[in-house]
């Protein structure tokens, strides 16, 4: 079976391939430091891209648009509950604990 692809589905190919590598190489390069506090800004972001890619996956009329955009929903949705799970963690790291009472009868 061969696939037929229009040339904007090509280009969108193109567009998300790229931009995969791009997304790829700029995490690399980000030191370890940086990673929790810029992950909740890039919860928003992943909240918008998880909409935008629902309605491109609810818009398409071809299965291969379609098959990208749930990807694209799949993904978008894993970064998204991940960055959620990461900021999560690092909140709970910075709570003050309680301070157990010491031991012993000093009176």
Not at 58 to 87: D, E, K, Q, R
């Amino acid at each position: 079976m061969i696939l037929a692809l229009t040339m904007g589905e090509v280009i969108g190919l193109y567009i998300f391939v790229l931009a995969a590598f791009i997304g790829f190489e700029v995490i690399t390069k980000v030191p370890a430091q940086l990673h929790t506090p810029l992950m909740s800004g890039a919860n928003a972001i992943s909240g918008i891209i998880l909409i935008g890619a629902i309605i491109v996956a609810s818009n398409t009329t071809s299965t291969f648009g379609l098959i990208l955009g749930v990807i694209g929903v799949f993904l978008a949705m894993i970064n998204v509950v991940g960055g959620f799970a990461v900021t999560d963690r690092m909140l709970h790291m910075f709570k003050k604990k309680k301070e157990k009472p010491a031991k012993g009868g000093d009176a």
